[in-house]
């Protein structure tokens, strides 16, 4: 399915003729009853859906008719496939193999790019703007957008210092597919913080387009009541794809060298402490599509990456959803289905959604679609005949379905980290977060992000030997949507104090002593510094320049959390329930 490089505007008459092939009928009647002005805003209107729809309306239509035809008849896209465990590493963080990873994706990352996907807002969330604006955690207040920043100035200054150079024309692209709701605002708070500072030519923003409605078998398509448009809905994240093919993105990053190409969400802070290891997995194993997984209880409502195999031996390596999962574990793999094996997981890793492409291998497989990846339809019938649809359907296509297109026996497999290191997303509102933490259930929300920054830092520095906590008191606790929160030692590091787990476990074993601090004491680490003797901490501490001798602070601060009041407190702080608050009883 072609997509139109140079797009030409259809006339009133070809435009009625493709309505008249198309069998919409209501258009046509309703068009005909329109003045001259109206007529001129829906051909305008038409040519925009025409121009932005994936393939164009014939061709989305064309392709909707046989994908509704297989819904209808229950057809099993899974029919033809056995399934089996991927290729990939389940990954013991620390260890040998881990580190190898780690320093061997960093040799990379001159020669990465970072696409984000942020078409969302935070409505879901109780959060009135984009999501990438919300602050990970109250005590830095930096948004995710600023926080995902930060690790790529990162990587560009440990990549400048390898190769001793000062070059400032240099370096690593980021890209962010956006959408109508979300453009605007993203744009806004890029240039209000001065990119935060990125090369105004380093970020590069695609918008993602809706297509067209469906009502029916038939795809007719469905009209907006009180104006003669045609009713849009969201295409699905695997736009990004098209995204990128359209926009020459791809062909120029390959063009210039670069090898490898992170695809990650928006709202998942702890993520890039896994990608440089993810990366040096896909050199070691030589993958074309390499997915961060987590492991996955059996019947966990998460998508699993599986090796599907067909009678003739071909196979692709995708994601399954979970809902479409235990149906084909119980036919092709085992009559239990999803089960523990003997580590108490499912054989199949669960799917973070963050994908790390071989580039060249990438641009060969978008040329073959011009940037169209697999579709699939899920209409909600209101009949056992399934005949009509309670609302209006449309196509939909999924970021993780990209494999589907490689046809040429190239790899794919993933990359298993503990969810603790690299998987705490914000997705959820306070009171659905605080209702899964009563279940014992991941919250996944902004007050768990926050958590979950400051246990991962304190149990890295644990595990390198480096952290020793005295619990001279109770941990600091504020209690919300009655779920007691409890917050140990805050300890924050910035990228640039070390890009990657490897670069930090260097660090505390260069320094002689260790980090010794009070459970409600607070550490901050910034800038490429050296710490030689170790840290002795009662309050609250920024470390930003080297420090040759031990570094000794009593000053007693601390952040104390406070429960919010009915429409009290800011947005960032509304979303958690809580506010914070210095208590400064410093020594003079």
């Not at 001129?40 to 509704?68: E, M």
């Not at 918008?207 to 009209?223: G, T, V």
């Amino acid at each position: 399915h072609l997509i139109k490089c140079l797009y030409l505007k259809m006339d009133e008459k070809t435009m009625l003729a493709l309505l008249k092939e198309l069998d919409q009928k209501e258009i046509l009647d309703r068009y005909e009853k329109c003045n001259e002005k109206e007529k001129v805003d829906f051909l305008s209107h038409f040519n925009y859906i025409d121009k932005t729809c994936p393939g164009g309306v014939k061709d989305y239509i064309q392709r909707a008719k046989v994908l509704l035809e297989n819904s209808k008849n229950n057809v099993n896209p899974f029919k033809e496939f056995t399934p089996s465990i991927p290729t990939g590493f389940n990954i013991n963080v620390g260890d040998s193999q881990f580190l190898e990873l780690d320093k061997l994706g960093m040799e990379q990352i001159k020669d990465t790019v970072f696409v984000m996907v942020a078409g969302g807002l935070g409505e879901r969330l109780g959060y009135p703007s984009i999501k990438i604006g919300i602050q990970t955690d109250l005590i830095t207040l930096r948004p995710f957008i600023e926080v995902y920043i930060d690790i790529i100035k990162a990587y560009e200054a440990r990549v400048l210092k390898a190769q001793k150079s000062t070059e400032k024309q240099w370096f690593i692209p980021l890209c962010i597919m956006t959408s109508g709701d979300t453009h605007d605002r993203t744009v806004k708070l890029l240039e209000e913080n001065n990119n935060f500072g990125l090369k105004n030519n380093q970020i590069v923003l695609v918008k993602q387009e809706k297509c067209p409605a469906i009502l029916d078998n038939e795809c007719h398509l469905s009209l907006k009541k009180d104006v003669l448009e045609i009713e849009t809905k969201p295409h699905g994240h695997g736009d990004i794809h098209l995204l990128l093919y359209q926009k020459g993105l791809v062909k120029k990053w390959v063009t210039e060298g670069k090898k490898y190409m992170v695809l990650f969400q928006d709202t998942n802070a702890l993520i890039f402490n896994s990608i440089p290891s993810a990366i040096g997995t896909s050199v070691k194993l030589g993958l074309a599509i390499n997915t961060i997984c987590i492991p996955r209880k059996p019947g966990e409502a998460v998508g699993a990456i599986c090796k599907l195999t067909k009678k003739d031996g071909s196979s692709i390596t995708n994601n399954v959803e979970y809902n479409q999962l235990e149906a084909l574990l119980k036919e092709k793999y085992n009559p239990k289905g999803d089960v523990p094996n003997k580590d108490g997981i499912s054989d199949f890793p669960g799917n973070t959604n963050v994908l790390i492409f071989q580039l060249d291998i990438y641009l060969n497989a978008l040329d073959k679609t011009k940037g169209l990846i697999p579709e699939f339809v899920n209409p909600k019938y209101a009949d056992e005949a399934k005949t009509k649809f309670k609302s209006p359907t449309r196509l939909e296509c999924l970021m993780q379905d990209l494999p589907k297109l490689l046809t040429d026996g190239e790899k794919v497999g993933f990359t298993s980290y503990p969810r603790w290191f690299c998987f705490s997303t914000c997705k959820n509102n306070l009171k659905d977060a605080c209702a899964k933490l009563k279940k014992n259930l991941g919250p996944e929300a902004a007050f768990s992000v926050e958590q979950d920054i400051f246990l991962l830092n304190a149990r890295m520095l644990k595990d390198f030997g480096k952290l020793e906590v005295v619990e001279d008191e109770e941990p600091v606790q504020v209690t919300v949507e009655g779920c007691v929160l409890k917050f140990g030692p805050r300890i924050i590091i910035y990228p640039s104090f070390a890009a990657s787990i490897s670069e930090l476990k260097e660090k505390m074993e260069k320094m002689k002593g260790k980090i010794k601090m009070t459970i409600n004491s607070t550490l901050i680490l910034k800038n490429d510094i050296t710490i030689e003797e170790g840290v002795d901490l009662n309050g609250n501490l920024t470390i930003d320049k080297d420090e040759k001798e031990l570094v000794k602070c009593d000053n007693k601060r601390r952040w104390e959390y406070y429960p919010l009041k009915e429409n009290e407190g800011k947005n960032y702080e509304k979303i958690r329930g809580y506010g914070i608050l210095l208590n400064d009883t410093a020594n003079e």
